[in-house]
């Protein structure tokens, strides 16, 4: 038993430091919208979306072209759109907001069919990870887990901890970890986190550890067990939706 929990011990060091080196949270600001098409219009407000990213818009309206991601199953939403603003002040410039109008109005009537198509929308903004880390993610996987949570009253900190935790125990039984994002303004969403996976397959491949690394993983990690990794986040919040989606090309 000795020599197995050095063997471990070993194990979560080489996996923790890694990922460690991924920054998996920061203060980078993205806008974050959940879409849902209007009746009969979801091909149609897909194909839109292609349009408007095959077009000049972007680069003329001086933004990266945003995250696209789409509903599998789960929440009601069939779009998240995570779009990179960097700061309040980068994104809310005079320089910035001239040349997004300017591009509005040069593309006006390719991007006035877009109200029509939508039925529900909603804004959220979240500090997350640095823009390298979401760019460079999104173009290696194309399914996600997306968790997004509603603190209970006063436990938004406590929250946002649970994640790291589990972030730590997801390295250490070698299991993708999270980006973790939190609330800056818009819906009441206090924090949410996107698991990036190859495919369906590698989202549901088991970890390989035992269930002795395991429940060792979960208690290094500051759970009281690994049972405990789902109770502590149950008594952290109000609500949450899960929702599995994948990459809009």
Do not use: C
């Amino acid at each position: 038993m000795f020599f197995r929990m050095i063997a471990l011990s070993a194990l979560v060091f080489s996996i923790v430091a890694p990922a460690a080196a991924q920054e998996r949270e920061g203060d980078y600001l993205y806008k974050v919208s959940t879409v849902r098409a209007a009746v009969g219009e979801f091909e149609n407000l897909l194909d839109w979306i292609a349009e408007l990213k095959a077009s000049e818009y972007f680069d003329d309206a001086g933004e990266a072209t945003p995250f696209l991601m789409r509903h599998s199953q789960g929440d009601q939403w069939d779009l998240m759109i995570i779009t990179p603003m960097e700061s309040w002040a980068t994104y809310n410039s005079k320089s910035a907001i001239r040349k997004r109008d300017k591009a509005a109005e040069k593309h006006g009537s390719l991007l006035a069919p877009g109200d029509a198509l939508i039925a529900f929308d909603e804004d959220h903004f979240a500090h997350g990870p640095p823009l390298s880390e979401l760019v460079r993610e999104y173009a290696e996987n194309a399914f996600y887990h997306i968790e997004m949570f509603h603190a209970a009253a006063g436990k938004a900190e406590a929250l946002l901890d649970q994640r790291r935790m589990e972030n730590t125990y997801l390295a250490a039984t070698g299991q993708t970890t999270n980006m973790i994002f939190r609330r800056a303004a818009g819906s009441d969403v206090d924090a949410f986190t996107v698991g990036f996976h190859e495919n369906l397959q590698a989202f549901a491949a088991p970890s390989g550890a035992t269930p002795e690394e395991a429940e060792a993983a979960a208690k290094a990690a500051g759970f009281r067990d690994r049972g405990d990794i789902s109770f502590y986040l149950r008594s952290l919040i109000s609500a949450h939706h899960d929702t599995l989606a994948v990459k809009v090309d």
